[in-house]
């Protein structure tokens, strides 16, 4: 059975920091291209960043770039997002995504709250 478990949300000032984590089981992660995608209140989702299955490559939003910063670690399975310099704009459902060739999978979502 697969599971991508998010992690690491929560509430924040403007201006602050945090790192999702998103712990995938029951796949080969290394396979897997990794995306993380995030949803407002009345908002379609939107795709905030990715990175390739080996890690070499990544692309981001134009809202994000330069502010945030996808990594991944094959050998523990789990893709990262480091938010920096966060905003209210920022604020939303987290959710990642193993985009496979066969398959897809998404997580349940983190909340994330930028807000003072």
């Known amino acids: 059975q697969v599971h991508l478990v998010e992690s690491g949300g929560g509430l924040v000032q403007p201006g602050g920091s945090l790192r999702l984590s998103c712990a995938a089981s029951g796949i080969t992660f290394s396979n897997y291209a990794m995306r993380w995608y995030r949803q407002a209140p009345g908002k379609e989702r939107e795709l905030v960043a990715a990175?390739?299955?080996?890690?070499?490559?990544?692309m981001y939003a134009h809202a994000v770039k330069g502010r945030f910063t996808i990594s991944r670690d094959n050998a523990k399975n789990t893709v990262y997002l480091q938010m920096n310099s966060l905003k209210p704009e920022d604020t939303a459902v987290y959710y990642c995504y193993a985009d496979g060739t066969m398959r897809d999978y998404w997580g349940q979502g983190t909340q994330v709250t930028v807000s003072s």
């Open positions: 990175i390739l299955s080996a890690g070499g490559s990544t």
